[in-house]
Every structure is written in structure tokens, then in C-alpha cells.
């Protein structure tokens, strides 16, 4: 069972601002199973983004070792954390970070183009529920629309993990729940491990594990041994 | 209040200091331009009006066979004439030991003791003539320089028909010679093989016969003379004694070309920095429209605080014209420096006492307070659009950019084969159509002066190759004092080395047709010739004149002649007879305005069986030099010219001054083009930092992500070569209409490797700028761009 994706030693991120010193992370310690549904719960500033973007290679750590499987992410090059993205990770934004010049079908074929495997655009675009909708332009579709197009881009290249920022937090609560179906559809049809942050302690439900985060730390760890199901939370 | 707008000015110009420096860049050539051309232009006016006034140079020359100097009395008399001065004018052969080929020299008569006289000549070493002028000369600086003569040495001058070797006292430079040119039909001075050698009258009048006698009266005018009258009066007078017909300084031959230059720089003056300003305030308007639309959030900050409108739109203007400024100044140095260099330039070709460089406040003021101009104007709009920013408006974020299908798409099957990259090109170029725009106009401005630049070369090229191919065949051409008969030729064809000569007439005329009229040489040919070429405009040859003229095409024009017209022929010469001679057509030649007649009709014109003055001739390769010297110690040989030493001493003068000029011009085009493309691509990177980021994030590499860009660029640049080849010739048409003068016309030639050349270089530029925003690219920072939306 035990098949760790991800192994965090002893992190701390460090950042210089002008003459200040901001210590957003604290030697944290975690492993991610593969398949499993995280939830990083926390309030802004607690570092939940800087450990979201440790994990899919986006920054560095200070100290300590960041591992995706065999591989070494603290030290690697550019370029090493540019492949590792590519092949490895999807990553939903808070605010969707669609092409806003290419279609949504468009907006998954990207993603397709430069994956190894990928999956077929048509029907990840089906997946999400916008079969009908993909010859829009993301000017022309709602914020959860958007965000379906981002997850189902996310999903194209068939990564290893699933990254998301907030996904909810620039919709309203209906949908909101429809995206965090999509997600959830994700992770238990398809397989991809999800990791999920959010300052939402409602959203926390539908997660296989819990780990909530203040000042840098994770200070508490959960493990739900029946997730809810979106439909069934409530914020 | 305004105090720390200011600051925000001030760290916003640090945070775009590119693009800033791009703009103030093409701003400073736009001033550059304008200051360079200004000050040459008033340097160089300034410099011959100070010189003419200095040396008296004539307003009216007018040249006879030969008259007593008494008749200057008669001419004084006319109304509107100031001074006359008669003197001996006298072309002459100088024979220079160190060198094969010879150089020739005009002789010119001073009074035998100092005084100001009109064309006065500036001593620049040595002294004037002694009491006794016996056997002094006074020689042209520049040769003198030339050649290592100094006063003390000797020359050898073949003066009617003696050798004698003559003292120089003294090298000088004159107002007459400021352009060292022997006659028209050259355009380029030949310091190396023509001077001014400047006698005593006494010992002029003694050497050529010509005791109280002179072959050229100078006057200067009143002011407010006519000149048309003057002439007229001069012409009368001097009819009796063989007059050729008196002209104005406007026709003086190194007065016209050192005019044309003065003109050519002041009507460039203002064309060719209103063409960068307008960039540059073109530019300018997208880069503030596009930060006040990123600062909308700031702007309503400021406005709530209650900042007024007007700070705020000043705020914009002042960073525009703050750029201006710096622009201005980078432009006013590099311009005085420029100017400078273009003086010492002109030095080659000009020959003045010295060539005042002083710096005008006044050209300086003015460049400054243009480039404030301008940049004002490309800030207007968007100080406008951020006066009318309501705070609450601006609080709000910005509505996503809406995109929408473009013409590409229609063909699906090429838009189904190109990648997202090129998808996300074509679309964005299609949604920022200005820019888009923008960016082609740049480039097709970049291009088009690349090839004009490239142009004037290959004019040159083809004119130097249409004479030697087309026009010129002989290798040497030999020029008489004097008309001779058939002999002469017989004495030329037996000379070492010559393989075969055809005899020339040249005849000088005035040609009229009703009130139009032109002074010009008749080539009297002969029929059977081969050494010289006719060419139509279509380079076919033309058949020798029988009875009748052949016109070139310019003088055709000027006298509104045509094939079959009349035309009334005064001959300036001999018994001087007017005859009545019919235009047989019109040829195309690039150098002079001049007319062709069989040698037999000129013969007839001037009561001989056939008269000759010049000799075109072949020779062998291998004894050409021992020829030239031959030649250069006959007497009645009044010049010699080497065809391919004209070509070669053409050719190096004109690279030379070309290689600066070729310099700048890129250096120019390369300012706008990458000026203009690196500003638009910042521009396009700032509004879609965002996507690119978000593309990183995803995966992809940097260079994939600027592929976006680049591409674009690439696109937007071989799109706009089009237009800028197009506008290229454009130029060069205008250039050639321009300078289609009856000295000189450029040859319009497009050459394929100019075009080559001008779209290789354009692609280096746009690669430059794609280099410069690949950097940008690699600095984008991931983890920031995402968090969120300003």
C-alpha cells in the first residue's frame, strides 16, 4: 500500500523581502501517497501555497529535500523542474489561467501537445461536462466553466498529480461544488493523486487526508476514513 | 502633492528602462538627424556666404576670345555693377615627374601686386607674387598637399605650346574652386589631377600674348541688381570681342554643386526627423495606453485620495516627455558630434579656408523642444484616458481580453496543422491589430531605408557601369587647345600604343527654342564611330545624328523639344552663325545635358572641311602609361583622361564618403526596427504575463513559451518586408526624380541582392529585439505571476 509520490524532509522556505526575512515555511515533514486525495487547509500566509508550489517544482526549497518518487527536487535546474512539470504534474489555478486567445478545446489540446502519453482533448472536455461548449473562447464561458476547461487541461497530459490552488475561490457555492465533482471524478475514475489547498474548512471533507497549516508549520493531521462526497458538504 | 507623483515617475521610468530606452533611442535619431543636418547645413551656408563675402567671389562671369582690358571701363558703366576685373583664364598641362598620367591645370591671372580683388584668392602657405612675378606661381592647396609640393619647389606647365618650369611661391584656395572641378560633365573633384595655378598678370600676359589684353571679365553686382539685364548688357558689350556668352554665379559650375548641397540638407532637415519623432510618438502612445490601462487600479487610488485630474494626466505627459528629454539630449550630442564629423566630411570634397563648426543654442533649443513635442503627442490619449478614469471604474478589474476567430481559420486545413503557438499568433495579431500594425510599419520603415541606403550605392554602380559598357568605349581621351584638322588625328593614331582614334568636335552653343534657351556643348561625332555610344531608354543603340540633333532626353525637357522639332542653334564660337537644325530624337544619358551632331555638320558650322578638337582612342593595355606621357608632352594637348582612372578615383571618393553614410543609416534603421518591435513585444509580454506564466507553470519550456512571441515577431517582421521593399523603391523613385538635375541623374536600378541584403538585415534587428525579450522571458517570475490579478 505504502507507494509515497511525494517525500518532504525537513523543508523551510526562506524569502528575502527587500530587508525583511519571511520564514513562509518551517521544517515540514510529509509524504504523499500516490492516489490519495490531500487537502492542505489553512488561513493565508500559513504557507500552504509555498508547499504547493515546492511540490510541483515551481520554487525551491531553502533547505531540507523535496522528492517526487526518485527524484530529487530541491537543487534540480531549471530545466529539470520545466521536464518534471511537463510529465508529471497538472496544475489548477485559483483564477483558471486559461489562453484567453485559444478555444477551450484549444486550451486542452495545448496541453496535449507537449505531453508523452495524453490523453484525448475531446473527451477530457467531455469529462468535465462542456462537450458542447468547446469551440468557446474563455471570454465567452462562465468562471465555472473556466475552471472545468482549466481541470480538464490539468488532466490532458495525464499527470502523476493533480495540483490545485484554491479552486473554488473566485466561484460562488453551486459551482463550486460542480467543479470539486469534477475533481473528485478525477481522482477516484482516473486515479491521479490530488492535492488541494484551501482556506475553506468545509471543502476538507472530501479528502482522504487533512493537513492543516499556521505560520509555516503543519500543525495538525487528519485522515478521513469515509471522505464526503461534494454533494454532501456544506459551506 | 505632486511630489510624490514625481517619485512614482521616476521609479516607473527605472522599472521600463528598456522600452524607455528604446523610445528615447529612435527620439535621439529623430534629433540627431535634425541637429546633424541643421548645423551642416548652417556651418556650410555660413561658411561660404563668410568666404564669399571675404574673397569677393563674382556675381556675373562672362569669358570672350580675347578683349583689352580697357573694355572693363565700358562694363563698369553698366547699371547695377559694382567692380569689374578682367584677367587671363588658360588650361594648361602640368607635367609632374612622379606620376605617369597628367594633371592639368587652369591657369588664372592675379594682379601683380596685392589688393582685394574680386575672386581673391586665401593664401595658405608661402606669399603672394614678388615685384618681379616672372616665372612664380600660386598653386592649389589641396594639390600641392597631393602631390608634397611646397613654395620653393618647381613645376614643369606646358603653357601655349612651351615647357616651362615655374617657382611656387604659394599654395591657396579660392571661392570659385570650393568644389575642385574641371567642367561639366564631371560630378566628383579630382584634387589629385586638376588645380588652379594663379599668375601675375604680367607674366600671364607675356606667356600667352595677351599684352593689356584678358579672356575673362568677373564683376561683382549691387545687390539689388538684376542679373538678367546685367547678362544681357555684358553679352552686348562683349559680342564683338568673341564673347561666350555671360552667366550668373547660379551657373558658376562649383557654386551649383556646392548649392544643391546646402538646398539637398535643408530639405532634408525636416523630412527625415519628423519620420522618427512620429515613431517615436507612435510608439509611445501604445506604451502609456497600455500603462494606464495596467494602472487602473493606481490611477483610481490616486484620484480617490483626491489627486486632481490634472496631476494625474500630467503625470503621463511628464513621463513621456521625459523620455523626450532624454531623448533629446542622447540626439543634440550625438548630433553635434555627427555634424562635426559631416564637416570634416565635406572638407573632402569642399575645399574652405576652414569649415566653421560652432554649436547653435539655437538648433539645440529647437531639437529639444520638437522632441517634447512629439513626445507629448504620442502621450496625449493616454493622459487623457487616465484624467477620464472614474475611481470607482477603476477599482474594478479589468473585463478578460475577448478574442475571436480569425480569416486563418477559415482554411481548415492550415489551421488545423498549425500548433497552439501559431493559433495564439494569429489570433493575438488579429485582437491588437494597432500594435500589429505598429510593429509592421516599424519594420517596413527599417527595410525601406536599409535599401535606400543600399540604392544610392547600386545607382552608382550602374551609372559607372552604363558609361563604360554603353556610352564610353575609349580607354584615353584627348583634348586640344585649339580646333585642329584631320593631322592631328593622323599624329595621335601614330603614337605608341594606339590602336585605334576617332576624331570629336565639341562646340559650344546656345541652343534656343522661342524664350527657352540653354548654353551647352555639341558632340560632333563621327558616323562611322564605334568609341562612342547612343542608347534610347530602352538601351538600344541609336543610329549617329546625319543632318540633324540628337537631344539628351533632360535637355529635351528643358527646351520642350521633341523628335522632328526646330531648333535655333548659336554658335558661340568662330564667326558665331545661328543655323536652324532638326531634332533626329533623343538619347538617355545619366551625366550633363548636352547634344550630338555628326562631326560634319559641326565642321560645316564652324566654315571647315572637318575640325576636330578631341580624340577618342584605343590603346594597348601594356603601353598605356608610355602613351600618356607621350601625350602629356604635346603641346597642343590640352588634357588627357584615362577612362578606368576616372572610374577608379570615382569610385574610391564616392565609397568613402558612402561608408559613413551606409553607417548611420543602419545604425538608424536598426533603431526603429528593433526600437519598435522590442516596445510592442514588451508591451504584448506585460498584458499576458499571466498566460505565459500559467504556460510554466504547465510545463512548458521557456523557449516554447516565447515562441509566442518571437514567432510573432517573425511573422509581424516578414510581413512588413513587404511594404518596406515597396516603400524602398518608393524612395529611391523619389530620390532619382529628385536629383534628375541637367548635371546628374541616379540610375534607377532595383537590385535583387539590395532586397536581400535590406530583408536579411531587417531579420538580424527583429532577431536582436527576440533575443532581448528571450531574456525577459527567463526572468518571469511563476509563483508571482499567479497569485493574483493587480
Redesign the interface.
Do not use: C, Q, W, Y
Given at each position: 500500500m505504502a507507494d509515497p509520490l511525494f517525500t518532504v524532509r525537513d523543508v523551510s522556505r526562506i524569502y528575502t523581502m527587500g530587508e525583511v526575512e519571511v520564514h513562509a515555511l518551517r521544517h515540514v515533514d510529509l509524504i504523499v501517497q500516490r492516489g490519495e486525495c490531500l487537502v492542505i487547509l489553512g488561513p493565508s500566509g500559513s504557507g500552504k501555497s509555498t508547499l504547493l508550489?515546492l511540490l510541483?517544482g515551481?520554487?525551491e526549497p531553502t533547505s531540507g529535500s523535496v522528492r517526487f518518487r526518485d527524484q530529487e527536487l530541491a537543487g534540480a535546474t531549471?530545466?529539470e523542474l520545466?521536464?518534471?512539470?511537463?510529465?508529471h504534474?497538472g496544475?489548477v489555478?485559483q483564477?483558471y489561467?486559461l489562453?484567453?486567445?485559444?478555444t477551450a478545446i484549444?486550451n486542452v489540446?495545448?496541453?496535449t501537445?507537449?505531453a508523452p502519453h495524453p490523453r484525448d482533448a475531446l473527451e477530457m472536455i467531455g469529462l468535465v461536462g462542456l462537450g458542447e461548449r468547446g469551440d468557446h473562447?474563455?471570454?465567452q464561458l462562465s468562471g465555472g466553466e473556466q475552471q472545468r476547461v482549466a481541470i480538464a487541461?490539468?488532466v490532458a497530459?495525464d499527470p502523476d498529480v493533480l495540483l490545485c490552488?484554491e479552486p473554488t475561490g473566485a466561484l460562488d457555492y453551486h459551482t463550486g461544488k460542480t467543479v470539486l465533482s469534477v475533481l473528485e471524478t478525477v481522482n477516484r475514475e482516473i486515479g491521479t493523486t490530488l492535492i488541494l489547498i484551501t482556506h475553506n474548512a468545509a471543502i476538507a471533507g472530501i479528502g482522504d487526508r487533512v493537513i492543516r497549516m499556521r505560520s509555516g508549520r503543519i500543525v495538525e493531521m487528519t485522515e478521513n476514513t469515509h471522505p464526503l462526497s461534494p454533494e454532501e458538504i456544506e459551506w | 502633492m505632486v511630489r510624490s507623483l514625481d517619485k512614482v515617475l521616476l521609479r516607473e521610468i527605472f522599472r521600463m528602462k528598456g522600452q524607455a530606452i528604446a523610445i528615447a533611442l529612435i527620439i535621439a535619431c529623430g534629433i540627431s538627424s535634425f541637429v546633424t543636418i541643421l548645423i551642416a547645413y548652417r556651418g556650410l551656408k555660413g561658411t561660404r556666404d563668410a568666404y564669399y563675402r571675404e574673397n569677393r567671389m563674382a556675381d556675373v562671369f562672362a569669358p570672350v576670345k580675347k578683349a583689352p582690358r580697357s573694355i572693363a571701363r565700358d562694363l563698369r558703366q553698366i547699371e547695377g555693377v559694382r567692380q569689374v576685373r578682367p584677367r587671363i583664364i588658360f588650361d594648361v598641362t602640368i607635367d609632374l615627374p612622379q606620376i605617369s598620367e597628367p594633371c592639368f591645370g587652369r591657369v588664372s591671372s592675379l594682379p601683380d601686386r596685392r589688393e582685394k580683388v574680386i575672386n581673391d584668392v586665401h593664401l595658405v602657405s608661402g606669399r603672394y607674387f614678388t615685384d618681379d612675378g616672372n616665372r612664380e606661381v600660386i598653386i592649389g592647396d589641396r594639390f600641392a598637399v597631393e602631390h608634397g609640393l611646397s613654395p620653393g619647389d618647381s613645376v614643369e606647365v606646358i603653357m601655349n605650346n612651351r615647357k616651362e618650369a615655374l617657382r611656387i611661391v604659394g599654395t591657396a584656395l579660392s571661392p570659385e574652386f570650393v568644389y575642385m572641378i574641371r567642367g561639366a560633365g564631371d560630378i566628383l573633384p579630382d584634387p589629385v589631377h586638376f588645380t588652379v595655378l594663379w599668375m601675375s598678370t604680367s607674366f600671364a600676359e607675356s606667356v600667352f600674348d595677351f599684352e593689356d589684353s584678358a579672356n575673362e571679365f568677373v564683376a561683382v553686382l549691387d545687390p539689388e541688381a538684376r542679373v538678367r539685364d546685367v547678362l544681357d548688357n555684358f553679352d552686348r558689350i562683349l559680342d564683338r570681342f568673341g564673347g561666350f556668352v555671360a552667366y550668373g554665379r547660379k551657373d558658376q559650375l562649383s557654386h551649383r554643386f556646392l548649392s544643391d548641397e546646402i538646398e539637398g540638407l535643408k530639405g532634408s532637415a525636416t523630412v527625415t526627423p519628423a519620420i522618427f519623432l512620429g515613431v517615436a510618438a507612435f510608439v509611445l502612445h501604445m506604451l502609456l495606453g497600455r500603462l494606464v490601462r495596467t494602472q487602473r487600479t493606481r490611477i483610481a487610488v490616486f484620484r480617490a485620495f483626491g489627486y486632481t485630474t490634472r496631476a494625474i494626466s500630467m503625470h503621463y505627459l511628464k513621463l513621456a516627455m521625459l523620455m523626450g528629454l532624454v531623448g533629446a539630449i542622447i540626439g543634440s550630442v550625438v548630433g553635434l558630434w555627427f555634424a562635426r564629423h559631416m564637416l570634416e566630411m565635406y572638407t573632402e570634397f569642399y575645399q574652405f579656408p576652414i569649415l566653421r563648426f560652432s554649436v547653435d543654442p539655437l538648433v539645440v533649443a529647437t531639437g529639444v523642444l520638437v522632441s517634447l513635442l512629439f513626445a507629448a503627442l504620442g502621450a496625449v490619449a493616454a493622459a487623457r484616458k487616465a484624467a477620464r478614469l472614474r475611481p470607482a471604474e477603476g477599482l474594478r478589474p479589468e473585463a478578460p481580453g475577448v478574442f475571436r476567430r480569425t480569416a486563418v481559420e477559415r482554411w481548415r486545413w492550415l489551421w488545423t496543422r498549425l500548433g497552439f503557438v501559431w493559433r495564439m499568433v494569429f489570433r493575438n495579431i488579429v485582437r491588437t491589430r494597432r500594435r500589429a500594425a505598429l510593429t509592421i510599419g516599424g519594420v517596413a520603415l527599417s527595410t525601406s531605408i536599409i535599401f535606400l541606403s543600399l540604392f544610392s550605392g547600386d545607382s552608382m554602380d550602374e551609372l559607372l557601369d552604363y558609361e563604360a559598357r554603353y556610352v564610353d568605349h575609349h580607354d584615353l581621351k584627348v583634348t586640344f587647345n585649339s580646333e585642329r584638322g584631320l593631322p592631328a588625328l593622323y599624329e595621335i593614331c601614330a603614337l605608341p600604343g594606339v590602336r585605334s582614334a576617332e576624331p570629336e568636335l565639341v562646340l559650344g552653343v546656345k541652343l534656343v527654342n522661342g524664350y527657352r534657351a540653354k548654353r551647352i556643348g555639341i558632340f560632333g561625332l563621327d558616323q562611322e564611330g564605334v568609341l562612342r555610344g547612343l542608347l534610347d531608354k530602352d538601351r538600344g543603340p541609336i543610329e549617329k545624328p546625319v543632318s540633324g540633333l540628337l537631344l539628351t532626353r533632360k535637355l529635351a525637357e528643358l527646351l520642350h523639344l521633341a523628335r522632328g522639332d526646330e531648333v535655333e542653334v548659336h554658335v558661340l564660337e568662330g564667326r558665331r552663325q545661328v543655323f536652324t537644325a532638326t531634332v533626329e530624337g533623343t538619347v538617355d544619358e545619366y551625366l550633363g545635358a548636352s547634344a550630338y551632331a555628326s562631326i560634319k555638320t559641326l565642321s560645316r558650322w564652324v566654315g571647315e572641311e572637318t575640325a576636330l578638337n578631341s580624340v577618342r582612342l584605343l590603346a594597348n593595355p601594356e603601353r598605356r602609361n608610355e602613351l600618356a606621357t607621350e601625350l602629356k608632352n604635346l603641346p597642343a594637348v590640352e588634357g588627357v583622361s584615362i577612362r578606368e582612372q576616372a572610374s577608379k578615383v570615382f569610385r574610391e571618393t564616392l565609397a568613402a564618403s558612402m561608408a559613413i553614410m551606409y553607417t548611420v543609416l543602419m545604425l538608424f534603421a536598426g533603431v526603429i526596427a528593433f526600437g519598435v518591435i522590442y516596445n510592442s513585444t514588451r508591451i504584448a509580454l506585460a498584458e499576458r504575463e499571466r498566460t505565459f506564466a500559467s504556460m510554466r507553470v504547465l510545463g512548458f519550456t521557456r523557449k516554447e513559451v516565447g515562441a509566442v512571441l518571437t514567432n510573432e515577431n517573425y511573422l509581424l517582421t516578414i510581413i512588413g518586408l513587404v511594404p518596406g521593399i515597396g516603400l524602398g523603391i518608393l524612395f529611391c523613385f523619389w530620390l532619382s526624380t529628385v536629383y534628375d538635375t541637367d548635371l546628374f541623374r541616379f540610375p534607377m536600378v532595383i537590385r535583387v541582392e539590395s532586397i536581400l541584403i535590406s530583408i536579411v538585415v531587417v531579420l538580424f534587428f527583429t532577431l536582436v529585439a527576440n533575443l532581448a525579450i528571450r531574456r525577459r522571458i527567463r526572468r518571469l517570475d511563476l509563483v508571482e505571476a499567479l497569485k493574483s490579478r493587480e
Open positions: 508550489h510541483g515551481m520554487d531549471g530545466d520545466t521536464e518534471f512539470r511537463r510529465k504534474v496544475f489555478f483564477f489561467n489562453v484567453p486567445s485559444l484549444e489540446e495545448m496541453a501537445e507537449i473562447f474563455p471570454s487541461r490539468a497530459k490552488d | -
